[in-house]
């Protein structure tokens, strides 16, 4: 089982002199303690339902630039994009140039986006729900064409391009892996099941297992084989005092519904140090799952 970071908050590194450095610690005792991949959120202001939104938050394209820059295996991806928050070719421009610069290590995460507030702040249109997942579902085959050989153009309801021209190509073979973010039965986990490598689902062990069997009925709908698909979750449950046989056996109820990686969320006034005191005397075990 594989165990990813997921960096969601940066009101802990001290201020604006003390973002670069804290989370280039971070990132580097993450990949030190053998964390596979190290995600940020894509978002301009901080979720209001976890924190203030002028709490300071990260660019995170530009995030994962300086993390491949200070780092030399951690995989980079942020968990997810909003696909409102930029046109469809330059994020996957955007997304291949951190995967050519950092040899090979970009994800695409992405999902349908959700935050109004940040939309209608900065003057980034915020089309009803519907429209939100047929530019999704646009914006994946525009990434998958760009990502190929056809550089031709794309005509979709939404999105028009002349030409799918990526140069320089991504270094990931064969093209960056995509990660859906969601859990939505009708859309999100079709979409999955079409388009995906990976998907992201929170809940409990009962939840996912419901969701996991979803995916794979349309896994059957489309014919794709739901074994090429990584299945991670959020894990939150267990106690701030657990212990490694506590956090093993969380593992355990996941992994047994399903769950190939772990997503952790960094927590507390010393994020590098809380990885380091929960996750360096399990790591080896949660690998061996």
């Known amino acids: 089982m594989n165990l990813d970071l997921h960096c969601w ?12 450095p ?17 995600s940020f959120m894509d978002h301009w ?9 002028t709490d300071p938050m990260l660019e995170g394209y530009t995030a994962l630039g300086f993390v491949a820059g200070c780092t030399e295996s951690l995989r980079l991806r942020l968990l997810v994009t909003g696909v409102t928050y930029r046109h469809p070719g330059l994020l996957a421009k955007t997304v291949t ?4 610069l950092s040899g090979g290590r970009a994800e695409l995460g992405i999902g349908a986006a959700w935050y109004d507030r940040e939309h209608d702040a900065l003057g980034v249109p915020f089309p009803p729900l519907g429209e939100r997942f047929e530019r999704l579902e646009e914006a994946l085959q525009i990434c998958l064409q760009m990502w190929s050989d056809d550089d031709g153009p794309y005509e979709g309801t939404h999105y028009q391009l002349a030409e799918t021209l990526c140069v320089p190509a991504p270094v990931s073979e064969p093209r960056p892996r995509i990660l859906i973010g969601g859990s939505g039965e009708k859309k999100t986990l079709r979409l999955v099941a079409q388009y995906a490598d990976a998907c992201n689902i929170m809940g409990d062990p009962g939840v996912i297992r419901h969701k996991v069997d979803v995916l794979h009925r349309h896994c059957v709908d489309v014919g794709r084989d739901p074994s090429e698909i990584e299945v991670s979750a959020m894990f939150r449950n267990f106690a701030p005092d657990a212990s490694a046989d506590d956090i093993v056996r969380a593992a355990e109820a996941y992994r047994e519904v399903g769950v190939d990686t772990l997503v952790v969320g960094a927590t507390g006034d010393d994020p590098a140090a809380w990885l380091e005191s929960t996750f360096g005397p399990t790591i080896d075990r949660l690998h061996a799952l």
């Open 9 to 20: 908050r940066f009101d802990w590194a001290g201020g604006p002199t003390g973002i670069g």
């Open 22 to 38: 804290g989370v280039a610690d971070l990132a580097q005792s993450a990949e030190a303690l053998g964390v596979r991949t190290l």
């Open 45 to 53: 202001f901080q979720m209001e339902r976890v924190a203030p939104a």
């Open 97 to 100: 140039t951190v995967d050519v």
